[in-house]
């Protein structure tokens, strides 16, 4: 994005000493035009996120909530096919040291023409990707709009970690979240809430157990509708 | 489970395996082709015998990739990924067929793919016994450019008489069978599905919160004076009403009346910090108009907590024009901003049926009210007998009118919600454990969503004695800790302004911490103002209309501009409505110690304000260094 919304913001960039790939910003008429989704990723110390369609939204939340991706671009290059520039929708990087680039594309025109065209680009595409020595995952609305509810719950839970960001020492909250994670290995947020209501009030230790879950450092199953009562657990009590 | 086609294998994933070795990455090409032709119509049996698939293995990995994997998304092309490596007869022929002989159509197009795809993307009719097709023979005769380009000539089927004709169209029977028509108006669902957020997030109540501005379809005329001070009424060009709004829920959270050719992202700004703000009933001034009770506006009446939503829906016209919204909506409204394409307010469907139920429930009883020209009528209607000129208006009245209906509004039982109040159902929504975005620090957040940040540059000449200085938005800045500062002039700093009284501005160091705060000079020092009233007094001066040169107080100028127009012109009667509340505050001029200690506004300036105690702040624009003034 153009502006500086945080100043917090450009110190991304900054800090890394090996910049990853920048995202383009949207132009001025694309802005106007779009249906454009925008929001500060806790991921990236509260960079400017904007995404195009919410189907890219989703993906790009998908991304975010996901412990095992280190790192997201937006937007970040573009790929020659059939003498047209295609835009790659996102850079992933993993824990493992993976990169991959992935793309949403959608069948524009209703005809049977335009679904072979589309076939056909998604092969020169993946085609283009080998080319380059890049790895590409292609993906359609069908697989996100399978998952309606967990785009809803990372969507729901995206506030309460942007609001940890900015809550003074926060560490005593996630201490004492943990803590009582300890003793109840599988607990549910009004049960969090509950116990720590003395000292604490219910909404900056609900945004601690949301950033826990953001940090991989406490597990939620975002298939499920995401409710007071939505259990919580220890990564390595979910997995037993 | 109906067969396999184009279009539901067009709904895949679709990926390149890396890791996978060569023999098992051949394997995953011949499934994932075999799987393709099966969805263009041919049958398994030969799908698999041309891609060297066995019948048994594709039939497995086509009922597989249709079912839903573990991760809730369907296996799609995961499916042909294979568990063992297979030994495959892929290998691609490296020449033309020599003459034609059974197999030699299928070599030949297994040599020139390019041909093969040009073959599949024909849709047109084929020739029957007696229907000769001229799109097929226009069709052909491209084929047989292709083939005499391409092929050579001693090679089939350049070397054959009928170009192999006779094999195309068999091709492209094959092709056929078995898939469905479809002709070119046909509907693929895909294309406009998931266009909708509704669509791809399966939201909650207090999820989505929507902001727009509607125009009332109701002349208001407020009350004034004409050049010999009698009463005198004038008409409002026009007036908005902007509204933030839970969608699902159908509660609205905030409002502000807005008056103007068009609302401007100043209002815009005001109405999402409202909704951040507790809601608390008004002093209402007709004593017969009383709250429904039970009802309120926003959350906070309902359930004691000020919820935010998790997506903050606004249009593309004036939400994002301003810097200050753009900067700040994302940092302190939290969750998702979205900017909906422009001039469709169907993205924001719900909004719109409740601007239509406050239309036809309230604002078409105000006297002057009218039914816009539409289906019914070619002009406008009356919706009621009063005129407007025997009742004028009455800004505060109105703003009460507002709030009382609006407010009622959420507290009625609506069809949507089975006869439900949009507050019944916020309450048992979150009696029943329902999940809902609060943050402790909501009020504050209200005050910095007003905070516009920007850089600036000191200015001032050492040799021309002028002090250091800030220019910002047609007005100067200035400080008595810069006096002197000439190691200043010409550094560039971090600054923020609040928009709605840009009378003080914050410099910033590098560590981000405060460094000095300016405050306007003359005439933008005394009353109160936002920066779209600055611009509007702006360009009124410009244009040679308003004299603010050497005037005292802008505002108060701008007021007296107002009241002398007022019998002539609608323009200055909006302007007053617009900015009642500023114009108001520049009435009486309170001494300027008194100014710096206690500032006129109480929510707005009560930040910058509070560290502005011993401050002595020059009125006029030059600052002589040799005496020490003293406060006037």
Not at chain 1, 75 to 93: G, H, K, N, T, Y
Not at chain 1, 219 to 226: F, M, P, S, T, W
Not at chain 2, 394 to 408: F, H, K, N, Q, R
Request: with cysteine; glycine share 6%; aromatic share 8%.
């Amino acid at each position: 994005m153009t502006s500086p919304l945080n100043p917090e913001s450009r110190a991304y960039y900054a800090e890394d000493p090996h910049p990853p790939l920048t995202s383009r910003a949207l132009t001025p008429r694309e802005e106007r035009k779009n249906d454009v989704y925008y929001y500060l990723s806790p991921k990236h110390k509260m960079r400017v996120v904007s995404v195009v369609e919410p189907c890219r939204l989703a993906l790009a939340l998908e991304y975010e909530f996901d412990p095992d991706v280190v790192s997201y671009v937006e937007r970040p290059r573009f790929l020659s096919v059939e003498d047209r520039q295609i835009e790659l929708c996102f850079w992933v990087s993993r824990r493992s040291g993976a990169e991959s680039f992935s793309i949403f594309r959608r069948q524009s025109k209703p005809s049977i023409q335009a679904v072979r065209a589309e076939e056909r680009v998604c092969s020169r595409l993946l085609e283009a990707a080998r080319t380059a020595g890049l790895t590409l995952a292609i993906r359609k609305p069908q697989s996100l709009i399978l998952a309606r509810v967990a785009n809803a719950t990372r969507l729901e839970l995206l506030p309460y970690v942007q609001a940890a960001d900015a809550l003074a020492g926060l560490t005593v909250f996630t201490d004492a979240v943990l803590e009582h994670m300890r003793t109840h290995p599988f607990s549910s947020f009004h049960a969090i809430e509950r116990t720590l209501c003395g000292p604490f009030d219910w909404r900056d230790v609900r945004s601690a157990t949301c950033w826990l879950i953001h940090r991989g450092l406490l597990h939620l199953d975002v298939n499920q509708r995401l409710m007071v009562s939505t259990r919580v657990s220890l990564p390595e009590a979910a997995h037993a | 489970m109906h067969e396999l086609n184009l279009l539901e294998i067009g709904q895949w994933d679709q990926f390149e395996p890396s890791e996978l070795l060569p023999d098992q990455k051949n394997a995953f090409d011949a499934r994932r082709k075999a799987v393709r032709a099966v969805a263009a119509g041919s049958s398994m049996t030969s799908a698999a015998k041309q891609y060297g698939v066995h019948v048994k293995t594709l039939a497995a990995t086509i009922e597989k990739a249709r079912t839903i994997a573990p991760d809730r998304k369907p296996w799609g092309w995961r499916a042909c990924i294979p568990h063992r490596v297979r030994h495959t007869n892929t290998a691609e022929a490296d020449e033309y067929p020599a003459f034609a002989a059974p197999g030699a159509f299928k070599a030949f197009l297994k040599k020139a793919t390019a041909f093969q795809e040009l073959l599949t993307d024909y849709s047109g009719p084929l020739p029957g016994r007696n229907a000769p097709s001229r799109r097929f023979e226009s069709f052909f005769k491209n084929l047989c450019k292709w083939i005499r380009d391409n092929v050579p000539k001693d090679r089939y089927p350049a070397n054959d008489k009928t170009y192999a004709r006779r094999s195309i169209l068999a091709f492209l029977h094959v092709q056929r069978e078995g898939q469905p028509f479809i002709d070119e108006d046909f509907e693929v669902e895909d294309a406009n599905a998931a266009g909708q957020l509704g669509e791809v997030f399966a939201l909650q109540l207090t999820d989505w919160a929507q902001y727009d501005g509607h125009a009332l379809d109701c002349p208001f005329y407020i009350e004034g004076e004409d050049g010999n001070g009698q009463p005198f009424l004038q008409q409002i060009l026009r007036s908005w009403l902007i509204v933030g709004y839970f969608a699902l829920l159908r509660l609205c959270s905030s409002w502000t009346l807005s008056f103007g050719l068009n609302y401007s992202g100043t209002d815009f700004n005001v109405t999402c910090a409202n909704s951040l703000r507790q809601w608390a009933p008004r002093d209402l001034v007709a004593p017969t108009m009383v709250y429904v009770p039970g009802s309120g506006i926003g959350t906070a009446p309902a359930i004691g907590v000020v919820a935010m939503p998790s997506i903050t829906s606004a249009d593309n016209a004036m939400a994002h024009r301003l810097d200050v919204n753009r900067q700040r909506m994302a940092s302190q409204l939290l969750g998702v901003i979205h900017f909906g394409r422009a001039h469709v307010p169907e993205t924001r469907g719900h909004l719109e049926a409740w601007n239509k139920r406050i239309e036809e429930t309230v604002i078409r009883e105000i006297p002057g009210a009218y039914r816009p020209a539409g289906e019914n009528s070619d002009t406008a209607t009356n919706t009621n007998t009063s005129d407007p000129q025997v009742y004028p208006a009455d800004t505060t009245a109105l703003e009460d009118l507002m709030d009382v209906t609006i407010s009622g509004a959420n507290a009625t039982e609506l069809d949507a919600l089975q006869n439900r109040s949009p507050i019944q159902v916020l309450q048992t929504f979150v009696g029943t454990g329902g999940w809902v975005f609060a943050a402790r620090d909501h009020a504050e957040r209200a005050n910095m969503l007003s905070t516009l940040q920007c850089s600036v540059k000191i200015s001032g000449s050492k040799k021309r004695k002028r002090q250091p200085y800030v220019r910002f938005r047609h007005a100067r800045y200035r400080s008595i800790s810069l006096r002197g500062r000439w190691d200043l002039v010409g550094k560039k700093y971090s600054a923020t302004v609040d928009i709605l009284d840009a009378r003080f501005i914050n410099l910033y160091d590098e560590k981000g911490e405060l460094f000095v705060v300016l405050r306007a000079l003359r005439p933008w020092s005394r009353t109160p103002h936002s920066l779209g009233l600055r611009k509007t007094i702006h360009r009124l001066s410009r244009a040679g209309r308003l004299e603010i040169k050497g005037a005292a107080c802008a505002v108060y100028a701008l007021k007296h501009y107002l009241r002398e127009k007022f019998s002539e012109s609608r323009e200055a009667a909006t302007l007053m409505a617009k900015h009642r509340t500023e114009l108001a505050a520049a009435g009486s001029f309170p001494s300027p110690t008194q100014l710096v200690t206690e500032p006129a506004s109480s929510t707005a300036s009560a930040k910058p304000a509070s560290r502005l105690v011993d401050v002595y702040v020059p009125l006029t624009g030059r600052v002589n260094l040799g005496k020490k003034a003293s406060p006037p």
